[in-house]
């Protein structure tokens, strides 16, 4: 999304809210070069986004699904609702972009590397549960970088 101001292709969502039943997104962003903020009304047919599960079934992307299982991992996190919605926002765009299509394994990985910069307990927590660590030895790695 380009900065209407000074035509920097490199603006954040700030804020990010769903309209319309959730058909539609209305966003604050904000231009990290100029600090221009502007709202855009995007329509985005997320509702078509199809996840494809490990054992090769699909089913409809939801956000307030995924929502739900981040927010178990936050539990009692210094993490807000804005965080969440933002990086939400994100890699719902990434996913959208070009393809129908995304597997459940690229949104537990994309979760989790956001999940690390926001909250490393949450992370770690995240991780476990969506069992993304390929075996125990690498789950403990992980954990005894936390206390070390
Ligand atoms: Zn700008």
Redesign the pocket.
């Known amino acids: 999304m380009h ?1 209407p ?2 035509k ?1 292709g490199d603006t954040a969502v700030i804020d990010s809210r769903l309209t319309e039943e959730g058909r539609a997104v209305r966003r604050r962003r904000e ?1 990290p ?2 600090n ?1 903020r502007f709202t855009t009304f995007e329509r985005q047919e997320l509702s078509s986004l199809i996840v494809v599960k490990r054992d090769g079934t699909r089913e409809p992307y939801s956000r307030t699904k995924l929502e739900r299982g981040i927010w178990l991992s936050c539990t009692k996190r210094p993490i807000t609702q804005d965080q969440i919605s933002a990086m939400l926002s994100r890699l719902e765009e990434k996913w959208g972009a070009n393809k129908k299509e995304v597997s459940s394994s690229t949104i537990g990985t994309d979760v989790m590397k956001e999940l690390k910069k926001l909250d490393q307990v949450a992370y770690i927590r995240f991780a476990s549960v969506h069992r993304e660590f390929k075996d125990v030895e690498e789950f403990k790695e992980e954990l005894g970088k936390l206390f070390t």
């Open positions: 900065c101001r000074c920097s231009c070069g100029c221009h």
